[in-house]
């Protein structure tokens, strides 16, 4: 994998953790303004996670890098995004574009980490779906930054 600086916000927090993957995965936009893109067909997604926190847990770690790239890879490699129960074909902010999918691994990384005692929290997803294009998913957290 190519090594990238990607763009983050700033934060007070006093750990920033980035994991780095790739995973492929078909997909197809339901809606005729698609254009070719409601054919299926497949990408090599890479995507970045940027944690933070302030506490390491009981492993001295902010969160294991394991478990982040576990968390999307083992659901979404080699998967038809469509057929995934986060997706739907019937509700356009269900679609699975890349502005979808990155928020949609966002949601699957901070469930996890809501679950964790050190309180760590994404930040950002950076989620490339060609060498050209890509998205970066921020929630707003006014409350948490």
Same mark, same amino acid.
């Given at each position: 994998?190519?090594?990238?600086?990607?763009?983050?916000?700033?934060? *007070?927090?006093?750990?920033?953790?980035?994991?780095?993957?790739?995973?492929?995965?078909?997909?197809?936009?339901?809606?005729?303004?698609?254009?070719?893109?409601?054919?299926?067909?497949?990408?090599?997604?890479?995507?970045?996670?940027?944690? %933070?926190?302030?506490?390491?847990?009981?492993?001295?770690?902010?969160?294991?890098?394991?478990?982040?790239?576990?968390?999307?890879?083992?659901?979404?490699?080699?998967?038809?995004?469509?057929?995934?129960?986060?997706? *739907?074909?019937?509700?356009?902010?269900?679609?699975?574009?890349?502005? %979808?999918?990155?928020?949609?691994?966002?949601?699957?990384?901070?469930?996890?980490?809501?679950?964790?005692?050190?309180?760590? %929290?994404?930040?950002?997803?950076?989620?490339?779906?060609?060498?050209?294009?890509?998205?970066?998913?921020?929630?707003?957290?006014?409350?948490?930054?």
């Amino acid at each position: 994998m190519m090594q990238q600086i990607y763009p983050v916000g700033s934060h *007070s927090y006093a750990y920033e953790l980035n994991k780095d993957f790739h995973f492929a995965a078909a997909h197809y936009i339901p809606h005729e303004d698609a254009g070719k893109c409601q054919q299926v067909h497949g990408h090599t997604y890479f995507a970045n996670i940027t944690i %933070v926190g302030d506490e390491l847990d009981h492993t001295g770690f902010l969160v294991n890098f394991k478990i982040i790239k576990d968390l999307i890879h083992k659901r979404f490699d080699h998967a038809a995004l469509n057929n995934d129960q986060a997706f *739907s074909d019937y509700v356009a902010d269900q679609f699975p574009s890349t502005e %979808v999918v990155a928020r949609t691994i966002y949601e699957i990384v901070q469930q996890y980490l809501d679950s964790q005692s050190n309180c760590p %929290v994404c930040l950002q997803v950076f989620l490339r779906e060609t060498p050209t294009s890509y998205c970066i998913y921020r929630p707003k957290r006014k409350d948490r930054i």
